[in-house]
């Protein structure tokens, strides 16, 4: 159990509204909180490296997760560009000048130019990773061909074992402990304003990989700071259907006998596909868990933060490339885990990323089969299809709660949501307004314990 830090006294829940922000404008850091406390925020670090961590760090707080915490004074400037940034206020699709004339479009999937299913051609790169490894074996091709200097990406984090953290690999080895999901809170983008600085002024460049959020945070930067586009080569995602809470992580703990405290290291998936989940406690116990012991045997069990459950872009709508799993319905079976080497459906959205894995197959890194159709990721991803179609109305539900909603734009949530009955769109955007009504949504305001 973490200690409780004195200096939090308990708080009831706090919710603002839109008519109380107009008649009693909120504070910087007020604005900050809000979005943490209307549950939008993913944790994905990007304030922290706007406003600099003497003024707002991600910090472990009550609910088990990260996030930001004001440490120091902040001004309506900074917030504003928090706003404008932020993956859970601004989400948007690939950037237009990016979208080619002869790429194709469909409304779920979005822009595409190529799908096919891929896999890493090193038997050991792909069996280490998620799936078949083609998003290790693409930074594997960058550095080892010096098309970049190196990989920002995530790797299991040193200080909590279950969480991820921001990870720059620069040689096969460091992008080799990376492989594999971090299916916990991950920081990516904590110190990007720092690691763009350090390419601009050495002239380096280097290859992105991340949730479709740290994707949108990213680009979101792009538009305001030109040594994004300049230092970042390629934008590579994993298709995402959201992250397990902390909360649900320990239950899960419990149930095994491993008490949060004890726990060593967490491999959540990788070795195989999906692979085992493997936990390692202080003391030398190794416990083995089957990936569907893990997750649940059907969607409707996973436990995802809410933030996810309104995800307006779980496909990675903004990368050059978008990585997902293959099994039919979303799941993979009991039966079919054992000799499942892994393959990747791919999704290829830019010129640019189309041409990396090309030359990533010539250069034999990359493996490709056969091509793939959007309807073919409907039946590996019904849950990605499903929340795509539900967003729209979601938003709306949420919007008449007062509660934060982020702009999108070329994520063609409305069209889908218009493809929808009305019976459909009124019980999600009832489903949602209850949910912020009820304070479901809500997240304390931010109190560390570490
Ligand atoms: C939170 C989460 C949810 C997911 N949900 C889905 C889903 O709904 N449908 C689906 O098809 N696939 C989902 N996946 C993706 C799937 O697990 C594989 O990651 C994907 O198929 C890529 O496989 P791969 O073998 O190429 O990955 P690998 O070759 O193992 O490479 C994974 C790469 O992703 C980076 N990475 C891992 N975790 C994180 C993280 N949390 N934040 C930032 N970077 C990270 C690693 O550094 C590594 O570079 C999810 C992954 C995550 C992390």
Redesign the pocket.
Known sequence: MHPKNPACSPQPKKRHHYLQELQQPLQPEERLYRVVTDGMCIGCGLCQSIAGPEKIQMRLVENLTQRPVATGSLDGETVDRIYRTCPGTRIEGLPEEQIEADSHSDRIWGVWRQLALVW?AEPQ??Y??????????L?LYLLEQKEVDF?L???SSRQYPAF?Q??I?RTRAD?LV???????P?A?LADILGILEQAETSGETFAF???PC?VTGLRNLATEDPRVDACCRYR?A??????MTPVALRRFLAEIGVEWGELQSLR???YG??GPTRIETRDGQVIEKNYLDFWGDNEAAWQLPFRCKVCAD?IGDAADVA????WDG?SPTREGQADDP?Q??VILRSRRGQALLEKAEAAGYIVTGSALTPRDLDR??P??VAKKKAVWARFVGMRNANCIVPEVARLRLKPLARAQSVAENLREARGARERCRKQRNQEDLPCPID
């Open positions: 890493a790169v792909r280490r990773s998620s799936t078949g490894g083609v998003l290790t074996a930074a990989i990406h995530a790797k991820g921001h990870a690999s992008v990376a492989a594999g999901s971090r299916y916990g991950t990516t990989i991340g949730t740290d590579l994993m298709v995402c259907g959201g992250f959540y998936r990788g596909c999906p779980g990585a997902a799993d293959t979303g892994g990747n459906a590996f991803q849950h990605q």
